[in-house]
């Protein structure tokens, strides 16, 4: 229950986020993930869109902050370190303490963004059964 809500502690703030900050996700599924936990904002697709360089170059043209929300996996910390990298290179601010601390409690249940809903709908199916 504690863990749970954390993760949605962790989601309002992206949430918030996102109404002025460019959110940068690996891919579509990962923007549908968090569309279905209600994250409603501008998504920009790194894999499809060319790379974290043109992401960092989309949040400077848009004049938007953004929010680095890549997988947790070997993969997706390399491609977050290389957004921080081109973001700082561009004087754009950036938000990664999302990821982190999402990455820190969802380890045990998920890896990647694409599944963040999935992980979620289970700690708050095996929180109802702990009430019952």
């Known amino acids: 229950a504690e863990r749970l809500e954390s993760?949605?502690?962790?989601?309002?703030?992206?949430?918030e986020l996102a109404g002025d900050?460019?959110?940068?996700?690996?891919?579509?599924?990962?923007?549908?993930?968090l569309r279905?936990?209600?994250?409603?904002?501008?998504?920009?697709?790194?894999?499809?869109?060319?790379?974290?360089?043109?992401?960092?170059?989309h949040a400077w043209r848009?004049?938007?902050?953004?929010?680095?929300?890549t997988d947790w996996d070997r993969r997706g910390g390399n491609l977050a370190d290389s957004l921080r990298r081109d973001l700082e290179s561009l004087c754009v601010d950036y938000d990664d303490a999302?990821?982190?601390?999402?990455?820190?409690l969802c380890r045990p249940y998920s890896k990647d963004v694409e599944s963040l809903d999935s992980a979620?709908?289970?700690?708050?199916?095996r929180v109802e059964l702990?009430?019952?």
Do not use: W
């Open 7 to 15: 993760i949605e502690e962790c989601l309002a703030r992206l949430s």
């Open 120 to 125: 979620v709908r289970l700690l708050r199916e």
């Open 98 to 104: 999302v990821r982190r601390d999402l990455a820190v």
């Open 21 to 33: 900050h460019v959110i940068l996700v690996e891919g579509l599924k990962d923007v549908n993930a």
């Open 36 to 57: 279905t936990l209600g994250i409603e904002g501008e998504f920009y697709c790194v894999q499809s869109g060319g790379g974290p360089l043109k992401a960092a170059e």
């Open 62 to 69: 848009e004049g938007r902050p953004a929010v680095i929300m």
């Open 130 to 132: 702990m009430k019952v």
